[in-house]
């Protein structure tokens, strides 16, 4: 029987489901056109794929990108082993969205999951997964799937709803139930990778894993074995911790500041009775789930933290340094859970000796701020957000080793999962195969250039729609809807985006150049979205 959580999210999603006859007929056989193009060739040895996917894990907490923070011993051991892209990003910086770049090897605008507020995402339509499935593949996803939709083209999943749960969580299964799961969402979602691996794949095939966890995402509840971490530490405060977003209209008007915007209790867990917040409700229906264990170990650790923070009243400036601090501690410690659960996939790997046929891979949704410019979470084209970490490690046969310092985009995925398949990559797929890449190549014609579009507005922290491209030095941004205001940063020179060059003197003949490099993007991707470019 469905519990009151799955009944919602079923009856929130039958508007999708109400679809005209003979629109759903249209899209059946716009689907089954599609699916048919690519053609699958038999590898002379198919490579099995691992993906595994954080949310919200950005490059600055891991070790094998930035020492500043934590150590991350399992991910640098993909990275040491394999590659790590230095110049990795997303085309929409926003959880849902960014998987269903990832799925279809297309921009939102094209795969019409645009942002998390409004859109359903048509799981019917093609993906690499189905692709894979016709190419002889067995295919599973486990953990986070937040596309409002339920997964298609997998021989086995199971998701959660929505953003799923840190305690005993909630999944929905390919049997049409939910069920609740005793445990520590990350290590339940690494148990039925491995489970399926060991005991329900079929080894006659090869597999594409798809793990697909909730942490880092907000408001990281860290296993109650990792929360005596990092309580003795003081990290550093990003030098524009304080910016005043001078000449940056929607860098100003954001919801997502550590200072104004981060809930005591929601985010950094000072509850207590007496005091209340607007997130107050949900916290506690989070620490609700736990059993009489889990909260009394929580309870134990956050009791003495909490007491102290309502007996020294802080206020200013160390208030807004004390909550960095919890935050960042908070942070980690979810990292840390999350590194501990890659190397069991590794080890299984490895003591199944199937390193050497496998593509590891291992990325998040988008970055994330780590108190830059202030803030929490993600959402705009500035460089934290808009990066994302990837790093592979390379079976068999794949010699690079290294840094690749090309600059790819979460739309490659599929096409590269598709070469490893032997499947021809369809006509309308916007991606790029990173297969020369990891083969050593250095293609004369990779891409120069990097296009971006984000679309929830207004929405949860009131980052405004924008879209904007990016080339090797220079960035150039448009916010659009309520306001029309341009933002032109020169990387190179400005790596942390604090001055804006639009309409300064000196910069015209740089701006021209941006401009025709996002009108060419816009073009090349066929984003419906056309300005008049203020090119003089």
């Known amino acids: 029987m469905h519990n009151n959580l799955t009944l919602f999210f079923i009856m929130s999603r039958i508007k999708h489901l109400l679809l005209p006859a003979t629109a759903i007929v249209a899209a059946g056989n716009s689907i089954q056109a599609q699916a048919a193009e690519p053609k699958a060739s038999t590898p002379k040895k198919p490579l099995n794929i691992v993906y595994i996917m954080t949310d919200d894990h950005t490059a600055q907490a891991m070790s094998c990108y930035d020492k500043r923070y ?20 997303v085309a929409n910086s926003l959880s849902g969205p960014s998987r269903a770049c990832m799925l279809t090897g297309k921009h939102s605008h094209k795969n019409g999951f645009t942002d998390n507020t409004t859109c359903v995402f048509d799981s019917s339509q093609p993906t690499f997964p189905r692709y894979l499935q016709q190419a002889g593949y067995q295919t599973a996803l486990f953990g986070k799937w937040h596309l409002e939709s339920l997964p298609q ?40 990778s491995l489970d399926w691996l060991e005991n329900n794949r079929d080894r006659e095939k090869p597999f594409c894993l798809l793990i697909h966890h909730k942490a880092i995402h907000r408001n990281w509840m860290a296993d109650t074995a990792d929360l005596e971490l990092f309580e003795d530490v003081t990290f550093p405060i990003p030098d524009n911790f304080y910016d005043d977003y001078e000449g940056r209209e929607a860098a100003g008007a954001q919801e997502m500041s550590v200072i104004k915007d981060m809930d005591v209790i929601y985010d950094l867990k000072m509850n207590r009775p007496d005091r209340t917040s607007r997130l107050k409700p949900t916290y ?51 990292v840390k859970s999350l590194d501990d659960n890659v190397g069991r996939v590794m080890d299984y790997l490895r003591d ?47 010699d690079r080793r290294g840094d690749i310092t090309e600059m790819v985009q ?12 032997g499947v021809e990559k369809p006509a309308d797929i916007q991606g790029e195969s990173l297969m020369p890449l990891l083969r050593g190549e250095h293609p004369d014609d990779w891409r120069q250039t990097l296009y971006y579009h984000f679309y929830e507005y207004p929405a949860e922290h009131m980052v405004k729609r924008h879209y904007g491209v990016r080339d090797d030095r220079y960035k150039l941004i448009h916010f659009y809807n309520d306001i029309d205001r341009w933002e032109l940063y020169d990387l190179e020179n400005d790596p942390n985006e604090m001055n804006n060059l639009f309409g300064k003197p000196g910069t015209e003949k740089i701006t021209r150049e941006m401009m025709k490099k996002l009108k060419d993007a816009q073009e090349q991707y066929d984003d419906p979205i056309r300005h008049t470019y203020p090119i003089k």
């Open 352 to 398: 199944h000796d199937l390193l050497d046929n496998t593509l590891v891979v291992y990325t998040s949704d988008q970055g994330f701020y780590m108190g830059e410019h202030g803030w929490f979470d993600k959402r705009f084209m500035y460089e934290e957000s808009f990066r994302t970490p990837l790093i592979m490690r390379l079976p068999e046969g794949y």
């Open 284 to 334: 506690e229906r989070f620490v609700g789930r736990m059993d009489s264990a889990q909260r009394a170990r929580w309870d134990e650790f956050y009791e003495p933290i909490i007491a102290k923070y309502y007996n020294d009243n802080l206020q200013g400036k160390e208030l807004a340094e004390w909550k960095f601090q919890r935050y960042m501690r908070d942070y980690l410690k979810v």
């Open 410 to 421: 979460n739309i490659d995925y599929a096409p590269t999962f598709l070469e490893i398949a």
């Open 70 to 89: 934590t150590v991350t011993p399992n991910l640098d051991r993909i990275a040491n082993e394999g590659v790590r892209f230095t110049n990795s990003f």
């Open 153 to 192: 083209g997998f021989d086995k999943w199971a998701i959660v709803p929505g953003q799923g749960d840190y305690y005993n969580p909630d999944f929905i299964r390919m049997s049409g139930d939910t069920a609740r799961v005793h445990g520590y969402l990350t290590n339940l979602i690494t148990d039925m």
